[in-house]
């Protein structure tokens, strides 16, 4: 049996095209299959530029009025 490989990462902004990409290597070199992203301070135009780069996204935010937001890969 595969164990599932979960990972955890604060971005501090997840609107950079180049740390898009670096998330995607990293997680891509560290089989991770399961990864939770914090502080990624994007809007729902950004979530599409997350697609865009093949990164399979669900974003949820309960909480948009105040900021806080996460994001699962």
Known sequence: MRSLKI?????NGGR???KRGLISEI???KNIDILFLQETHTTP?????WA???LMAYC???FR???FFCSIL
């Open 27 to 29: 997680s891509t070199q």
């Open 16 to 18: 950079d095209r180049q």
């Open 45 to 49: 135009s950004d979530e599409t530029d």
């Open 65 to 67: 009025e105040k900021k």
């Open 7 to 11: 990972g955890s990462l604060n971005i």
């Open 60 to 62: 949820d935010n309960p």
């Open 52 to 54: 865009a780069a093949d």
